[in-house]
Every structure is written in structure tokens, then in C-alpha cells.
T-cell receptor, first 115, second 113 residues
Framework: GESVGLHLPTLSVQEGDNSIINCAYS??????FIWYKQESGKGPQFIID?????DKRQGQRVTVLLNKTVKHLSLQIAATQPGDSAVYFC??????????????FGKGTKLSVKP | DAMVIQNPRYQVTQFGKPVTLSCSQTLNHNVMYWYQQKSSQAPKLLFH???????NEADTPDNFQSRRPNTSFCFLDIRSPGLGDAAMYLC????????????FGPGTRLLVL
């Protein structure tokens, strides 16, 4: 089946370093992607999104890169802080067939920031 | 200025005793979703409403039902909770179905005794 997955289940970084979280997706027809941050006991929080007509999008301290050729998505966090510690999910928005509107989540990467 | 509100945040129920979880939104979004999330797993979509149009995922058990009496509120009814239904239940909303960000509530943690 088609799915969105993550290369690394856990990532540990030093405070102040940059973090890169990767995600592979398998459906070339998907045209919208979202990164969510989920802290323990809370709901997923929107971080940044990107549409398939873009390769890169920047937010505050975060950048999302989309490589459609290899179906790869990454989230870069600059100057990682302890407050960035959380599980990060990539999600693919299905826009075809009978599943319009469904978000397909990757497995999640747990980011731990060491002080 | 909470946008997606879920009550209660924690719910304890007994095996087989019906339980209702609630969600409300101040965004006036057309679409409301219910997800189930178990520990260390990604959220799994149960169903969604586009306005009053209900869309059930094929693998959502019949034990799970939903109601949307108006734009702002959506309820998740679990008719006979089993131990395997203990999870975090997340409500989300989006303006439309296609290529739209979904905004999540804080979730309700359900414990089944």
C-alpha cells in the first residue's frame, strides 16, 4: 500500500545544533505535505507545510524541503532548543480517489535535545 | 484563544459502558475529524464530517459512531468500549478537504477499566 514513512525513529542533538528530520513518501500523486510537532500528552501542532509546486519553504527556525524526484521530505530546525523536544510527524494529504482529505501520517521521529 | 477544544481531557470508563467524547471549534471550518492515537503510534483516522456529510473509514469498527449537530460541535460515541479502545482521541478541523491544514485539539485520553 501507499504510505508515508520516516528514516529515523529517534534523533538526539545538542542544544544549539541544527536538526534534520527525514521522511519518505511513496505516493507521487500527493500534492500537499505537513509537518506536525507533538509533545507528550498533547495534540499534534502544525509546524509548516509545503505544496508540491514548491521545493523549499521557510518558517521561523524551520525549513521544509521537498524532493519530488526521490519522494523525500525533510524538516530542518535551526539552533535546536530544549523546547523542540517532541515527536515529529510528516503527513501527506491525499487528494485522489475516495480518500480526499485523508492525512496519512508517517511513523514519527522522536527528537531529544541535550542541554 | 483555543481553536479546537476537547472535553474532557481525561476520561475513565468501564468495560462495555458507553462513553461520549466532545469536540468544539471556533474556526468555523467545514471539516471535522476524529483520530485514534495509541502509544508511540501515529494518529489513525476514524471518520470525518464535511459539513453534515459523514465519511467513515473502511476499517473503523462499528463500535465507534459520531454526531455533528452543528458546525461547531462534533461528538465521538463509543458504544461498548473494550480494553483495546484505550487511547488518545484527537479531534481536528480543516477549512476544506483538499490540500488544507488540519488543526488538532489537545486530545482526550481514554482509559478503560
Amino acid at each position: 500500500g501507499e504510505s508515508v514513512g520516516l528514516h529515523l525513529p529517534t534523533l538526539s542533538v545538542q542544544e544549539g545544533d541544527n536538526s534534520i528530520i527525514n521522511c519518505a513518501y511513496s505516493n507521487s500523486a500527493s500534492d500537499y505535505f505537513i509537518w506536525y510537532k507533538q509533545e507528550s500528552g498533547k495534540g499534534p501542532q502544525f509546524i509548516i507545510d509545503i505544496r508540491s509546486n514548491m521545493d523549499k519553504r521557510q518558517g521561523q527556525r524551520v525549513t521544509v524541503l521537498l524532493n519530488k524526484t526521490v519522494k523525500h521530505l525533510s524538516l530542518q530546525i535551526a539552533a535546536t532548543q530544549p523546547g523542540d523536544s517532541a515527536v515529529y510527524f510528516c503527513a501527506e494529504n491525499m487528494n485522489y480517489g475516495g480518500s480526499q482529505g485523508n492525512l496519512i501520517f508517517g511513523k514519527g521521529t522522536k527528537l531529544s535535545v541535550k542541554p | 484563544d483555543a481553536m479546537v477544544i476537547q472535553n474532557p481531557r481525561y476520561q475513565v470508563t468501564q468495560f462495555g459502558k458507553p462513553v461520549t467524547l466532545s469536540c468544539s471549534q471556533t474556526l468555523n471550518h467545514n471539516v471535522m475529524y476524529w483520530y485514534q492515537q495509541k502509544s508511540s503510534q501515529a494518529p489513525k483516522l476514524l471518520f470525518h464530517y464535511y459539513d453534515k456529510d459523514f465519511n467513515n473509514e473502511a476499517d473503523t469498527p462499528d463500535n465507534f459512531q459520531s454526531r455533528r449537530p452543528n458546525t461547531s460541535f462534533c461528538f465521538l460515541d463509543i458504544r461498548s468500549p473494550g480494553l483495546g479502545d484505550a487511547a488518545m482521541y484527537l479531534c481536528a478541523t480543516s477549512r476544506d478537504l483538499v490540500a488544507e491544514t488540519q488543526y488538532f485539539g489537545p486530545g482526550t485520553r481514554l482509559l478503560v477499566l
